[in-house]
Nanobody, 124 residues
């Protein structure tokens, strides 16, 4: 079993930056793929970014491409989401997820473990 804990959310002005972190505990996640998803009020959860087990293959939603960067530190069992150029429409609860096949995917159904989420609020 893997437990995921997100951190780094908060309130930021438009144009600002935040870095989210998600730490895994319970077992090593170095062979897992990681994903970040988000859910805005009144909307369905949507894919934001993913990284495969190797860290070489990265995937981004069009809405965040060029502004967000996903990375991983296997030594720390942690994945990060650096968010720059934040916009009010980025306001959401951000969830990290781990997928044990290590492939990296945009499909939330393929992820085995989920964190509780961290709130990101971007003011205009």
């Amino acid at each position: 079993q893997v437990q995921l804990l997100e951190s780094g959310g908060g309130l930021v002005q438009a144009g600002g930056s935040l870095r989210l972190a998600c730490a895994a505990s319970g077992r090593t996640a170095s062979s897992y793929a990681w994903g970040w998803f988000r859910q805005a009020p009144g909307k369905e959860r949507e894919f934001a970014a993913a990284i495969d087990w190797s860290g070489h293959n990265l995937y981004y939603a069009d809405s965040v491409k060029g502004r967000f960067t996903i990375s991983r530190d296997n030594a720390k069992n942690t994945v990060y989401l650096q968010m720059n150029g934040l916009k009010p429409e980025d306001t959401a609860i951000y969830y990290c997820a781990a997928e044990n096949l290590g492939l990296g995917t945009r499909q939330s159904i393929r992820y085995n473990y989920w964190g509780q989420g961290t709130q990101v609020t971007v003011s205009s």
